[in-house]
């Protein structure tokens, strides 16, 4: 087991492109959490999954992201139209149960919009 | 508006010595709070949570004490190490939440040989 796996690890991208990020958590874990960091600043919750439902959304999900997790396996996070406050790094999460033991964080995927 | 407040933004410390790091919340629907601590290219690492049932909890060098009357909690790290040198993070989750926790914005510790 080699934790969660967070793809890529950097992402470069102009303003208005369209970018996606991959996350594999811990296989036995059935939840799965999208989290954002800015410089500055703590973890902001952005959405989470159990299994394959996406279960809460937060407001700061606006309609330009989109997140998936087919299969109740992997998770994909899409940005699109991208925009310059978007840069942060992403942040995926997954835990077993409730999740309040903690999760287990990723590395992250730090995206930089030019 | 924060409601999980970490106002140190660092703390130096001399190793051996007791490092301890605040923490205030506002949100009197919190019911479960967590320490988490990150290395510079690492994603965050649990380290020790506390129930607002309780007033302590306690793994090994780390002590967490909640102070619910004062919305306040601190994190003991006894002895500290050199290796404890790291970004602090405080989270709570609000009661009946499906598991999203409201972070700090950190606390960085420096423990110097």
């Known amino acids: 087991d080699t934790g969660v796996s967070q793809n890529p690890r950097h992402k470069i991208t102009k303003r208005g492109q369209n970018v996606t990020f991959r996350c594999d958590p811990i296989?036995?874990?059935?939840?799965l959490y999208w989290y954002r960091q800015t410089l500055g600043q703590g973890p902001e919750f952005l959405t989470y999954?159990?299994?394959?439902?996406?279960?809460?959304k937060s407001r700061l999900l606006s309609d330009r992201f989109s997140a998936e997790r087919p299969k109740g396996s992997f998770s994909t996070l899409e940005i699109q139209r991208t925009e310059q406050g978007d840069s942060a790094m992403y942040l995926c999460?997954?835990?077993?149960?409730?999740?309040?033991?903690?999760?287990?964080f990723g590395s992250g995927t730090r995206l930089t919009v030019v | 508006d924060q409601q999980v407040k970490q106002n140190s933004p660092s703390l130096s410390v001399q190793e051996g010595r007791i490092s301890i790091l605040n923490c205030d919340y506002t949100n009197s629907m919190f019911d479960y709070f967590l320490w988490y601590k990150k290395y510079p290219a690492e994603g965050p690492t649990f380290l020790i949570s506390?129930?607002?049932?309780?007033d302590k909890n306690e793994d090994g060098r780390f002590t967490v004490f909640l102070n619910k009357s004062a919305k306040h909690l601190s994190l003991h790290i006894v002895p500290s190490q050199p290796g404890d040198s790291a970004v602090y993070f405080c989270?709570?989750?609000?009661?009946?939440?499906?598991?999203?926790?409201?972070f700090g914005k950190g606390t960085k510790l420096s423990v110097k040989p």
């Open positions: 999460a997954s835990s077993i149960s409730y999740g309040r033991d903690g999760y287990t």
């Open positions: 296989s036995e874990h059935n939840r």
């Open positions: 999954f159990q299994n394959e439902a996406q279960l809460e």
């Open positions: 506390i129930s607002s049932i309780k």
């Open positions: 989270a709570a989750s609000p009661r009946g939440s499906q598991g999203n926790l409201i």
